[in-house]
T-cell receptor
Framework: EAGVTQFPSHSVIEKGQTVTLRCDPI?????LYWYRRVMGKEIKFLLH????????ESGMPNNRFLAERTGGTYSTLKVQPAELEDSGVYFC??????????????FGNGTRLTVT | AQSVTQLDSQVPVFEEAPVELRCNYS??????LFWYVQYPNQGLQLLLK??????LVKGINGFEAEFNKSQTSFHLRKPSVHISDTAEYFC???????????FGTGTRLTIIP
């Protein structure tokens, strides 16, 4: 089966610009997560979708971040306007229906975002 | 709130030597514990997990970890490492009933030939 795919793999933008990251989960995976790793620090939870609904968005840093999952398939994460502190690696993960404990999270390779 | 501490940011080990990567957590409720590995240019993969039952958990690629509730630790071990084990290893915790994972800062394991 195809894994979780993320686009682009790298993005370099200037402060104030807009960037949209995309995640295509494994087919049939209702759960979709976004995580972020700022350089050298821990990987932090951003939000969790179940199908098209936001189950938990407690990790979203501020209202410059907007996540969507239209039709419960792929998801986008838009940062507008981007700030320097938004730089990092953004990971997407998915898992089948039900709790993630019995079904491991499948991670994408991440999108490395650099804001200059 | 839960938190995870991985004290060692980098661990160099000679090939075929044993290794232990340390992980301590803090939480006020029962937790589930995980180790993930990230090989170069890849996403994270689950190595092993502890949900309940036996405190010694065996995972893929010869790794194992032991849950110690009194020490609030979940250290990862392998008796003999290989070059292919070169990667970054992340400990993670989830408080019971919450699907959100809290990760540590990662430990970069380097194998010396």
């Amino acid at each position: 089966e195809a894994g979780v795919t993320q686009f682009p793999s790298h993005s370099v933008i200037e402060k104030g610009q807009t960037v949209t990251l995309r995640c295509d989960p494994i087919s049939g995976h209702d759960n979709l997560y976004w995580y972020r790793r700022v350089m050298g620090k821990e990987i932090k939870f951003l939000l969790h979708f179940v199908k098209e609904s936001k189950q938990d968005e407690s990790g979203m840093p501020n209202n410059r971040f907007l996540a969507e999952r239209t039709g419960g398939t792929y998801s986008t994460l838009k940062v507008q306007p981007a700030e320097l502190e938004d730089s990092g690696v953004y990971f997407c993960a998915s898992s089948p229906p039900g709790t993630a404990y019995n079904s491991p999270l499948h991670f994408g390779n991440g999108t490395r975002l650099t804001v200059t | 709130a839960q938190s995870v501490t991985q004290l060692d940011s980098q661990v160099p080990v000679f090939e075929e030597a044993p290794v232990e990567l340390r992980c301590n957590y803090s939480s006020s409720v029962s937790v589930y514990l995980f180790w993930y590995v990230q090989y170069p240019n890849q996403g994270l993969q689950l190595l092993l997990k502890y949900l309940s039952g036996s405190t010694l958990v065996k995972g893929i690629n010869g790794f194992e970890a032991e849950f110690n509730k009194s020490q609030t630790s979940f250290h990862l071990r392998k008796p003999s490492v290989h070059i292919s084990d070169t990667a970054e290893y992340f400990c993670a915790v989830s408080e019971g009933g919450n699907e959100k994972l809290t990760f540590g800062t990662g430990t970069r394991l380097t194998i010396i030939p």
